[in-house]
């Protein structure tokens, strides 16, 4: 009996998040109110209460949520030995990623550009992280070292991230349109700005008029 109790609260709690999660991304934080996001769930608003404490306990398990996706498709490096290769990697698993969860571009539209106390620590929260990886890199010659890696780390996400916040300005001036064109002509072109910057020259076999294979160096 305690543990078809346990199973029916995990339910519970994966579904209040969910709703959490689309409340965000189609209306904001300040949207996502305890009763909208029982009333999407399918639940009371005790029951939000009761699982998560507030409307800010929700809004929190949403955004560990995120960035545990994030973490999985684009942290490491995989087998490969080479930047631009790992890079590559890291980039495409990201856009598989958004691809495999539609409302993660809205949701990190709102939350970055909404401006809200929630979103400024999410963005502090996914640099800390990415300062943490940029770390790891130098210390086994991925990357070379960086004076301020946290100011790095903000710079890479805002790099990685600008395709998600900005499509149509982009598409406009870079795809004609054509939106695979424009995320293709900005991985392109942020790789070989970067790629001096940032990837050791005997790491990177491709020189800098090479970029077909590269992408961007960091995903969030």
């Known amino acids: 009996?305690?543990?078809?109790?346990?199973?029916?609260?995990?339910?519970?709690?994966?579904r209040i998040r969910d709703a959490a999660f689309q409340l965000i991304a189609n209306e904001g934080v300040r949207g996502a109110t305890v009763r909208s996001i029982?009333?999407?769930a399918g639940v009371s608003p005790a029951l939000v209460n009761h699982h998560f404490g507030s409307k800010q306990g929700v809004v929190k398990a949403v955004e560990e949520w995120v960035l545990v996706l994030l973490r999985s498709a684009t942290e490491g490096d995989g087998d490969s030995t080479d930047p631009a290769e790992a890079n590559a990697r890291r980039a495409t698993?990201?856009?598989a990623l958004l691809r495999d969860q539609p409302l993660l571009r809205s949701y990190i539209r709102r939350m970055l550009l909404e401006e809200s106390p929630e979103g400024l620590d999410w963005f502090a929260g996914i640099v800390e992280e990415g300062a943490a990886d940029l770390r790891r890199r130098e210390q086994t010659g991925m990357a070379r070292p960086s004076a301020d890696a946290?100011?790095?780390?903000a710079i890479l996400n805002v790099l990685a991230l600008g395709p998600v916040l900005l499509p149509r300005h982009l598409g406009h001036v870079l795809g004609g349109g054509d939106g695979e064109v424009a995320?293709?002509?900005?991985?392109?072109?942020?790789?070989?700005?970067?790629r001096t910057a940032l990837y050791p020259e005997e790491r990177s076999p491709q020189g800098p008029g090479n970029h077909e294979k590269d992408s961007l160096?960091?995903?969030p």
């Open 93 to 95: 698993a990201f856009e």
């Open 150 to 153: 946290q100011a790095v780390a």
């Open 38 to 40: 029982a009333d999407v």
């Open 183 to 194: 995320l293709r002509r900005w991985h392109e072109g942020t790789s070989e700005i970067l």
């Open 1 to 14: 009996m305690n543990a078809l109790r346990k199973s029916d609260d995990l339910t519970g709690r994966a």
């Open 217 to 219: 160096p960091e995903d």
